[in-house]
């Protein structure tokens, strides 16, 4: 696994898009940017660990600004 794809998977958790600080999240945004291509195998699934999954993300399960829970008005 290559140094870049480490240091992105061992800086969990990714700041939330709507209470992160800008500055974290352009950190990572650069991390990510780093990341030399192509992957294999093991760094893709590394790094889709470090995402919230569907059923994870508070926005998909209603709440979130503008996106209102089933049932609600």
Do not use: K, N, W
Not at 20 to 46: F, H, T
């Amino acid at each position: 696994m290559s140094p870049e794809v480490s240091a992105f998977v061992a800086d969990r958790p990714l700041p939330d898009e709507e209470s992160g600080e800008e500055a974290e999240i352009d950190r990572r945004a650069r991390q990510l940017e780093a990341i030399p291509r192509p992957l294999s195998l093991a760094e893709a699934e590394a790094l889709a660990g470090c995402y919230r999954t569907l059923a994870q993300c508070s926005t998909l399960q209603g709440g979130g600004v503008g996106h209102p829970r089933p049932g609600d008005p």
